[in-house]
């Protein structure tokens, strides 16, 4: 049970991450142009 919630967990943070890193690398080409 805690191998599975921690499994869910890592991934949750992976995705919110990704969505961070992505965010911000828009925010920099858009200021960029």
Known sequence: MMAKT???FASFLAGISGF???FF???IVL???
């Open 20 to 22: 961070l890193w992505l």
């Open 31 to 33: 200021r960029d142009q």
């Open 25 to 27: 690398t828009y925010e």
């Open 6 to 8: 921690g499994m869910i």
